[in-house]
């Protein structure tokens, strides 16, 4: 029999896949349990870390796994990285599934940056009062931002909050609107936007609203990940799969 695929997942994308591939064959999504109460997903559903690569490689070959899926985040760097090597070690079929990155439009007003240190330092030369837009990620490099005023939004309070005078929390959870994402601009006296790259239409609004305003974009850029086959859209990826990992029997 074949063996399952397994979908490294925690986004919208890792989603759809196993909703597109459950009903045909078996699907086993691994999220990393950062979530108290996930939302139930079709096909089967392991929950917390592998143990590094050496742990993912021996959960590969104990389930047999036909095919792995890594559709993780853009930001989940590490789990990237422990995917390839866990699927060189195997002989596992690996293919990364991953949004597109948001591209600038004529107008945007965007600054990247390789890392937060970097981008806090350049900071409060790009603006007085900064929404913060960074996920979960780690932010106590913000505390390198001094002289100006930070906003951070973010779904769930920040297990720590960088180590700066004049910060101000936003709980809130999207997807946001282009209308209430000028509001929020406008109303608060923001002038510069810290955001990742994440792609996808969530979170899109915050640029659009930010161009709209002329308010300029502190970008962190994707982090690097192995070079490894990937695609953007579902039909690829399903096309993948049936190449990779054939129902036995077809
Ligand atoms: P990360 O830094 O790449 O991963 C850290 C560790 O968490 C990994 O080494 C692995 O532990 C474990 N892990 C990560 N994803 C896992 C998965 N799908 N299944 C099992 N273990 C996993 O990742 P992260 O940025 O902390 O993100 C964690 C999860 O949240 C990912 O699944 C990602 O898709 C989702 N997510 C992340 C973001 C973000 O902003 N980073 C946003 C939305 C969703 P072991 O080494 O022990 O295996």
Redesign the pocket.
């Known amino acids: 029999m074949t063996g399952p695929i397994l979908i490294?997942?925690?986004?919208t994308e890792?989603r759809r896949l196993a909703e597109r591939l459950a009903p045909a064959r078996r699907v086993i999504t691994?999220?990393?349990?950062?979530t108290g109460a996930p939302t139930a997903l079709p096909g089967e559903t392991r929950i917390?870390?592998?143990?590094?690569a050496a742990?993912?490689a021996a959960y590969l070959r104990s389930h047999r796994v036909a095919a792995l899926v890594d559709a993780?985040?853009p930001?989940?760097?590490?789990?990237?990285t422990?995917a390839a090597a866990a699927a060189l070690d195997c002989g596992t079929p690996l293919l990364r599934y991953e949004r597109p990155a948001w591209q600038p439009k004529p107008g945007d007003k965007w600054v990247e940056y390789d890392d937060l240190t970097a981008l806090a330092a350049a900071l409060p030369d790009l603006g007085r009062h900064a929404l913060v837009t960074l996920?979960?990620?780690d932010l106590s490099a913000l505390s390198g931002a001094r002289g100006m005023r930070l906003t951070l939004r973010a779904i769930d309070p920040p297990a720590q909050l960088p180590d700066h005078p004049d910060l101000d929390v936003i709980l809130d959870r999207g997807p946001f609107d282009l209308a209430g994402e000028r509001a929020l601009l406008s109303q608060r006296g923001i002038d510069v936007l810290v955001s990742?790259n994440a792609g996808g239409q969530a979170t899109r609004a915050k640029l659009d609203a930010a161009r709209d305003l002329g308010v300029p974009v502190a970008l962190l850029r994707r982090p690097a990940r192995p070079a490894t086959a990937s695609a953007t859209e579902m039909e690829a990826v399903l096309r993948w799969i049936e190449d990779a990992a054939p129902i036995e029997g077809e």
Request: aromatic residues 6%; positive net charge.
């Open positions: 490294l997942g925690g986004t890792a691994s999220l990393a349990g950062r917390g870390g592998f143990g590094g742990g993912l993780t985040h930001y989940a760097a590490r789990m990237a422990n996920g979960g990620a990742r």
